[in-house]
């Protein structure tokens, strides 16, 4: 993610001093939202996607950030003078892996994620810098993800690589997600029918096998028709709609255009020719061309008379050079 390369990133990342001068003290704080297992007994029908576990509830951006001020006010009173201090809820390119670590919270595991012995790594992190002088945690020193490699074995997309690096550039949360323009063609039947987000690697893991209880904060509880969305009806959903049914949730972040063109290539992948009148009727009506390009693929991918039928069609007036070159790579 290059917005995290440039000078004024790297600078804030090497020193809190840099958001608050005064900082004495980083407090990394974790947060629990609900474990896949969760809905393990509600299996997904067919024709439906795969929203990754944090996203199920109110976005965290929402939430957070509040019960962070409560802590400050609470700190005031333990420190017996009023404070400075700067929340920070993934808003600012701290290094806060590397903080929880040295907080005693877990360790980085192989996947990146931070993993405590009592949880797993189900949990949202954000932390308080702070000019109070706080009793440093003791660093979590042991690496127990010992020789187990399932979380590198499970990545559809092969993106955790040796060293505890991860290549967003092949991770299916950064191209559900961050990523804004076209997902490469040679990841896009590795997705499966993720449209948000990814939870294998974690899934993947011992410890949540072991240790992640289902349930997690009220906040992030599943909302009705998020966990698994109905593919076909969302490719109908319009602006309005796809504001109001994702008010409030992560899932906005991606836009309407990125959602739909991950709920474009999920149907692709899934290969249900039920799904075909819905593509063709996106095909046709849907006015983002990013959208249309992988409406195209997908159809490409089911490949029966309709499909091809209506690619055909569209060939003849589509005027978008990247959904006409779509549209002819899935006609080949």
Not at 128 to 140: C, G, N, R
Request: proline share 7%.
């Amino acid at each position: 993610m290059t917005y995290l390369s440039d000078e004024r990133s790297r600078l804030l990342r090497a020193d809190p001093r840099k958001i608050l001068s005064e900082c004495k003290s980083v407090l990394v704080l974790g947060i629990r939202y609900p474990s896949p297992t969760l809905l393990s007994n509600e299996p997904p029908g067919g024709g439906t996607g795969q929203v990754a576990a944090y996203a199920w509830g109110t976005d965290y951006h929402l939430v957070i950030p509040a019960r962070l001020e409560d802590f400050t006010i609470h700190l005031q009173k333990v420190a017996g003078r009023p404070v400075k201090s700067v929340c920070i809820t993934d808003s600012s390119p701290l290094l806060e892996h590397d903080y929880g670590w040295q907080a005693g919270l877990g360790w980085i595991a192989k996947n990146t994620c931070l993993i405590s012995p009592k949880i797993g790594s189900y949990f949202f992190l954000a932390e308080i810098l702070t000019d109070v002088d706080l009793e440093p945690s003791l660093s979590f020193n042991a690496d127990r993800c010992g020789t187990c490699s399932r979380c590198i074995q499970a990545c559809p997309t092969g993106c955790i690589l040796p060293g505890r690096i991860l290549d967003a550039r092949r991770c299916i949360s950064y191209l559900t997600i961050e990523n804004k323009g076209e997902i490469p063609l040679e990841l896009r039947t590795l997705l499966g029918s993720r449209v948000f987000g990814c939870d294998v690697c974690q899934e993947a893991c011992p410890w949540n096998c072991r240790y992640a209880t289902p349930d997690g904060d009220p906040a992030f509880a599943p909302r009705a028709g998020i966990p698994h969305p109905d593919l076909r009806m969302e490719l109908h959903l319009d602006e309005s709609a796809f504001n109001q049914k994702f008010q409030n949730s992560p899932i906005k972040r991606t836009k309407r255009r990125g959602y739909l063109r991950n709920v474009a290539i999920a149907l692709g992948n899934q290969k249900d020719p039920q799904a075909v009148p819905d593509l063709v009727w996106a095909l046709k009506n849907e006015s983002e061309p990013l959208i249309r390009g992988h409406v195209a693929w997908a159809l490409g991918q089911i490949g029966n008379f309709d499909a091809r039928r209506a690619l055909a069609k569209a060939n003849l007036y589509e005027n978008d050079e990247t959904v006409i070159v779509e549209i002819e790579r899935a006609l080949l």
